[in-house]
């Protein structure tokens, strides 16, 4: 092998799959490039492409974006070695009822055969069950929002140097049944007394690994997220006024945060957002960070082994 066919073959060619609504579009973007580029390692070179489905329903601008500044979809049939397929804001009851959910489960099944490894991450997961496996995901009571700590339940490769517990960023609806996974062979890689399977997988041929939580949040990303429920609520776009994420805000903070919500609740208005007091919740804690780094540079040495030892890889 020539010194340039080697660099090729230690070249991890990922593909982000970006079906986040128009309004989380480039962050999602932002917050995967960056946790990629802090992840790998100086002998692991990380060729990152973005990618959308198009049928997810999107605005002008937000097509225009996706024109700009991402490859067109069909070119990833060309092959990747890693694979990460996001999730989206539900329109329909029912995942199936999507009008993306054909070409989704085409992407899923095109995974098994053709990447190394694929990441599936919040709706992302859930689909990917539903699909594979034939598992519903459960809605929760209320929006499950917040920091929650996770240990290791077994022994992989993707949690090499991992602490024996972390924190780990959660926003979501719905949830998996962990006793449904664990009874399809799914192994449950790290747990949350709180949120429950944070992280899994299974071996398709192609290593598949479900996130739950959001290994890629920044620090500011769930108040970003409960700002915009606020809004909703303010708009009458929600009947609930939505709970403050959890473990996220010191007590004074959460002391302010509550003054708000009484004040929103008596003079509901959507003016009233320009009062959120952002600068004073602005989070500026991290925890889990690391731990998103060790599992992220695992991941990618996991992909770039497993692609060295291919026969294609040995034939270059």
Not at 24 to 53: H, N, P
Not at 241 to 264: G, K
Not at 295 to 312: D, F, G
Request: proline share 6%; charged share 25%; with cysteine.
């Amino acid at each position: 092998m020539t010194k340039t066919s080697s660099a090729a073959a230690a070249t991890v060619k990922l593909a982000v799959v970006n079906n986040m609504p128009d309004a989380a579009l480039r962050t999602t973007e932002r917050q995967w490039r960056e946790l990629m580029a802090a992840a790998r390692g100086d002998d692991c070179a990380v060729d990152l492409r973005f990618f959308s489905l198009p049928e997810v329903p999107r605005s002008y601008t937000g097509r225009m974006h996706v024109a700009d500044n991402y490859t067109d979809v069909a070119e990833l049939w060309d092959g990747v070695d890693g694979l990460i397929v996001t999730g989206t804001e539900p329109i329909a009851a029912n995942l199936p009822d999507e009008p993306y959910w054909p070409a989704l489960t085409r992407l899923i099944d095109w995974a098994r055969d053709n990447t190394v490894s694929t990441i599936f991450s919040c709706l992302g997961a859930h689909a990917a069950v539903r699909h594979l496996s034939g598992i519903d995901r459960r809605p929760l009571g209320e929006k499950l929002s917040g920091i929650f700590e996770c240990s290791p339940t077994g022994e992989h490769s993707l949690l090499a140097g991992v602490p024996g517990s972390w924190r780990v960023p959660h926003s979501r609806h719905n949830e998996l049944s962990e006793a449904e996974l664990v009874a399809n062979a799914y192994q449950v890689l790290a747990h949350s007394p709180e949120a429950g399977a944070d992280l899994f997988a299974k071996d398709y041929g192609s290593l598949f690994v479900f996130l739950q939580g959001h290994l890629e949040y920044d620090g500011g990303a769930l108040l970003r997220e409960y700002r915009r429920d606020i809004k909703r609520f303010l708009a009458g776009e929600s009947a609930r006024y939505p709970a403050m994420p959890r473990n996220y805000f010191d007590p004074e903070v959460a002391a302010v945060l509550a003054e708000f919500r009484a004040q929103a609740i008596e003079d509901q208005g959507i003016d009233l957002i320009e009062n959120f007091p952002a600068d004073a919740a602005r989070s500026r804690d991290f925890p889990w960070r690391d731990p998103a780094i060790c599992i992220a540079r695992n991941w990618l040495h996991y992909i770039s082994t497993h692609k060295a030892a291919s026969p294609e890889s040995a034939a270059v």
